[in-house]
Nanobody, 121 residues
């Protein structure tokens, strides 16, 4: 079992940056693929990006602005978000699964509680 806890959300102006954290306990996170998802107001939850040791992938709308990286010593995965836009406003979730990164949320076994990101214009 892996327990995931996100943090780092908040209110930021358009063009600003935030770094979300996904702290894991119970198992070593490096053995899992980590996906980041978000649920924008009135929308279904969607894939933002994911990472396994083999590399990272991102949805087109965040490419070049968002970066996923890990700190193995802290057993934590991060989502660095730069050049934020109002349309990035959402609840952000991290999730973990064995194997490779998948874009379908149903493929993930472990989920964090989510953290709110609000980008003002």
């Amino acid at each position: 079992q892996v327990q995931l806890v996100e943090s780092g959300g908040g209110l930021v102006q358009a063009g600003g940056s935030l770094r979300l954290s996904c702290a894991a306990s119970g198992r070593t996170l490096s053995t899992y693929a980590v996906g980041w998802f978000r649920q924008r107001p009135g929308k279904e939850r969607e894939f933002v990006g994911g990472q396994k040791w083999s590399g990272s992938s991102y949805t087109d709308s965040v490419k070049g602005r968002f970066t996923i990286f890990r700190d193995s010593a802290k057993n934590t995965c991060y989502l660095q978000m730069n050049s934020l836009k109002p349309e990035d406003t959402a609840v952000y979730y991290c999730a973990a699964r064995s194997g490779i990164v998948k874009v379908q949320q149903s493929e993930y076994d472990y989920w964090g509680q989510g953290t709110q990101v609000t980008v003002s214009s």
